[in-house]
């Protein structure tokens, strides 16, 4: 098979040469899980014959003319014994025009046309569809053209038969065996990526930029678990979180690095789930090596881990990233930002810790009803000199709760703050978009 480089090599995770105390490495090392993962990493083939296109058995990015976004992809899972596959994707689509919340177009991959972009309420609204078995393989597949960017997808097993597309009673869902996410432990995220490079002739918006780099200017990721104590000095759980450092990141610098506290949303997620729906790895070191931002540590939080949240993060969090990294300590030097429920956990900050840090990222996320939003007044004094920034897509729920938690802050006097609104909806697609306009226009500027 002939295998042409993309704009994205295999990349390879760095990991740290020495693993700083209280850290655990991946369970499978992440050099490997990259090197195996090439459809993450945006590789392609072309000029396929029909013999070798029929012979593949993993999923694959194939670069074709014929394909409305310049590219198809083929989704591959060996199952030969199996009776019925199915897989589901964030790939039902729907134009700027057509559509609202919580309504979508639903417009299927084999309809897409350039500037539409991909619309569900949330993931039980993924459309799925059944996969077709090449019986001399054992290879299930299912082939179609997707737009430049991160794609999640999962398969789903078995069934009862007859049953609709959506029901999956007695089946069983799994990541894709070749193309697994990156988790510290497995079953912590239900999702594998396919990254899809961008072709200029074919697509308008390109998302390249959460493919990642070929020249191997690439940060490195680590693991720390660590103890959370709780209010009355008790250990009530050992999680963990994950640590981006840049690539070039000097512990002894002079200058010690700007450090943002990242966290997901409701769902099943981690602390890997910005690292593989979100890609922020790959687009953090896009923008430090392409436009000109300075480089910073990115800390990756399990807002699962315990239900005190807000004070978990100051207590125990903080403390142990300035004691492991370079990183600064003072207000003006700290962010907090994350993804719905991670945008309500950036708010819990600004409620219960507003001196402890200066940057505040709430993406599609703020006080989700007027119950919620009821009777509470943000600290103006520790607030107003802060950097607020409110931010959700277009067709989704979470342009309300911004709005909501905007409202408060002008009643409670708070100044300094801005909205930004992208076309998307309540996803990551959305939120990485969120995440590029945050950290280009916003964060530590």
Request: glycine share 8%; hydrophobic share 35%.
């Amino acid at each position: 098979m002939k295998r042409l480089l993309s704009g994205a090599l295999a990349a390879v995770l760095l990991l740290a040469a020495a693993v700083p105390a209280g850290a655990s490495e991946p369970a499978s090392a992440a050099e490997n899980w990259y090197r195996e993962q090439s459809a993450a990493q945006g590789d392609y083939v072309r000029n396929l014959s029909t013999r070798e296109f029929e012979a593949l058995t993993e999923t694959t990015i194939i670069r074709d003319s014929d394909s409305p976004t310049g590219y198809y992809v083929t989704f591959r899972y060996y199952a030969p014994d199996a009776e019925r596959v199915r897989i589901r994707g964030e790939w039902s689509f729907a134009t700027d025009r057509g559509s609202f919340y919580p309504m979508s177009d639903n417009i299927m991959p084999e309809q897409y046309q350039d500037g539409m972009f991909p619309l569900q309420v949330d993931q039980n609204d993924w459309p799925a569809f059944d996969m077709e078995l090449n019986r001399e393989t054992g290879v299930w597949h299912y082939t179609i053209a997707l737009p430049s960017g991160t794609w999640s997808y999962r398969f789903i097993v078995g069934g009862v038969e007859g049953a609709a597309l959506t029901d999956y009673t007695d089946a069983f869902q799994e990541t894709d065996p070749n193309n697994r996410p990156l988790e510290r432990e497995p079953g912590e995220q239900n999702n594998s990526q396919v990254r899809v490079p961008f072709d200029p002739a074919k697509q308008s918006v390109d998302n390249s930029i959460q493919l990642p780099r070929t020249d191997g200017k690439r940060g490195s990721l680590t693991y720390h678990t660590y103890e959370a104590v709780g209010y009355g000095g008790e250990l009530v759980d050992t999680p963990a979180i994950a640590v981006y450092t840049p690539y070039g990141y000097d512990a002894n610098r002079l200058e010690p690095y700007n450090v943002l506290y990242l966290s997901h949303g409701a769902g099943v997620e981690s602390e890997m789930s910005w690292w593989n729906k979100g890609s922020v790895g790959n687009i953090t070191d896009n923008l430090f090596a392409d436009y000109g931002v300075e480089p910073f540590v990115i800390v990756l939080v399990n807002n699962y881990a315990v239900s005190f949240d807000a004070y978990n993060l100051v207590n125990n969090i903080v403390p142990l990233v300035e004691e492991l990294y370079n990183v600064r300590t003072d207000p003006e030097g700290k962010a907090v930002a994350g993804f719905s429920a991670g945008g309500r956990y950036a708010q819990d900050q600004m409620l219960n810790n507003p001196e402890d840090f200066r940057w505040y990222g709430l993406f599609s996320g703020g006080f989700f009803d007027d119950a919620s939003a009821e009777g509470v007044t943000f600290d103006a004094e520790a607030l107003n000199g802060a950097h607020i920034y409110l931010a959700a897509g277009s067709k989704e729920f979470g342009l309300l709760a911004i709005q909501r938690t905007s409202e408060v802050l002008t009643e409670s006097g708070v100044t300094g703050y801005h909205s930004h609104v992208v076309t998307g909806g309540h996803d990551w697609f959305s939120i990485r978009q969120i995440y590029v306009d945050y950290v280009l226009n916003e964060l530590f500027q």
